[in-house]
């Protein structure tokens, strides 16, 4: 089967799956870019990337928004070589990335971070990965973990108290899509 190699219909999107929960810099990303493209776009966010992959390539209108930080984006490109390609690529200011924590006074042992951002974690503390900075602001608040590295909006939603901000970053983000079978392509499957 063939592919056609033209660019994807990006104003045909009516779905973008990405990163959740909600309050990530994914969430945010897909927002601008549905608000910037004008397209009347649904936001589902998944607890991975994926995990959303898979139901994009079964769903006609649908698109995937990753970050080019996230682990292993690789392994959401090339082993969807014949089903998916990558669209679009934008770059989008996230959240003030901050370490934050329950209080000031609790000292910090244990801190969760997402894969991307882990470098900001304190040398001194030992490092619980999660699969984003939202779930790192959950863990701290429900005292599973004694800080994090999360977005400024996830810790004010958590009510955490931001210990140090290390303001926006200038971030790629990626658009993927299901590819169109050509006529030929259809012809030779059916």
Avoid: W
């Avoid at 397209?39 to 079964?58: N, Y």
């Avoid at 928004?65 to 292993?72: A, E, N, Q, S, T």
């Avoid at 082993?79 to 959240?95: H, I, N, S, V």
């Amino acid at each position: 089967m063939t592919f056609d190699t033209a660019p994807a219909d990006l104003a045909g999107i009516r779905r973008i799956r990405t990163l959740g929960p909600k309050g990530t810099n994914c969430e945010a990303a897909a927002r601008h870019y549905a608000r910037s493209h004008g397209l009347d776009a649904e936001i589902v966010l998944h607890a991975t990337l994926e995990e959303a992959i898979e139901l994009v390539i079964r769903e006609p209108g649908s698109a995937l928004l990753g970050c080019v930080v996230y682990p292993d984006l690789h392994q959401l490109v090339f082993p969807y070589l014949g089903r998916m390609t990558l669209a679009d690529l934008f770059l989008f200011d996230t959240f003030n990335m901050v370490l934050a924590a329950r209080s000031a006074e609790t000292p910090l042992k244990r801190i969760a971070s997402h894969p991307a951002p882990q470098s900001l974690v304190p040398p001194s503390a030992e490092t619980l990965l999660v699969n984003s900075n939202s779930e790192a602001a959950r863990l701290c608040r429900a005292g599973e973990v004694d800080g994090c590295i999360t977005t400024l909006a996830a810790a004010r939603q958590e009510g955490l108290e931001v210990l140090s901000d290390h303001g926006p970053v200038p971030m790629g983000f990626t658009i993927h899509v299901p590819r169109i079978a050509t006529a030929d392509a259809y012809a030779e499957a059916v």
